[in-house]
């Protein structure tokens, strides 16, 4: 969601191999973006007069929203867009906010999107994995509990000695789960990554999207057993990662 759909369609599309398609949706002009041939997700346009800045959200697929935006009432978060349907009767929507303060979006479709297989690798230019960064990680685990009936692991220590932690939905890794980092500002986001090739692919993308007009928010770094990633602000003011596994 951005103020400049055009600049982010310029920078993405020379960026990744996305398929971008505009059409008119309820009057307004949204962008499909397509990975390997498969629906990935949307540039949608912001009004500059609302002052909301250019960001990705993230959609979790639920069984049933009324009961889930329930749900969120009850643990503590605001249902920020109160379910409603997705022009064109493909199913129905909401927004909603937990008690740390990060937005992340429910979709409930007429025909349930199947998850990836975990084995699967991520197809270059989809995302590779989710990431909440939050103030009180301990109280959002029990949001998303509560909500989703997402548990989260044990993690493992990172340098500053804080926790990281892997929301599962099921046996299904779902995303991560970390307080903001020393020094950063305390302000609770989801974080998109989006996928590369391979390791080797991370470093010249970044470059790369650097003279393409965005700027790196987070050096480069390898995390053992994970990949390598970076991030980054795209020309618009969103913020997002790139990475890939070992």
Known sequence: MTPDPEAARRFYGALLPWELETREVAGVSCTDIRVGGAPFGGIVPLDPAHGI???????????????????????????????????????RFAVLQD???????????????????????PVPGSAWWHELITPDPARAAAFYAAV?????????????????????????????LMACPPGAPAVA?????????????????????????????????????????????????AHVALGAAE
């Open 189 to 237: 986001a989801w974080q998109l990554y989006l996928a590369l090739a391979e390791v080797a692919d991370v470093m010249p993308t970044v470059v790369r999207a650097q003279r393409l007009g965005a700027t790196v928010t987070w050096p480069v770094m390898d995390v053992p057993g994970v990949g390598r990633m970076g991030g980054l602000q795209d020309p618009t003011g």
């Open 148 to 176: 989703l009936g997402w548990t989260a692991d044990d993690g493992m220590t990172l340098p500053d000695g804080s926790r990281y932690r892997t929301f599962l939905a099921g046996e299904r890794p779902v995303g991560g």
């Open 53 to 91: 800045p250019a960001h990705w959200m993230s959609y979790v697929q639920v069984d049933d929203l009324d009961a889930t935006c329930a749900r969120t009432a009850a643990a503590g978060g605001t249902v920020c867009v109160p379910p409603q349907p997705i022009p064109g009767g493909t199913g």
């Open 99 to 121: 008690p740390t303060g990060a937005y992340v979006s429910l979709l409930q479709t007429a025909t349930p999107v199947a998850p990836p297989e975990p084995t699967a690798p």
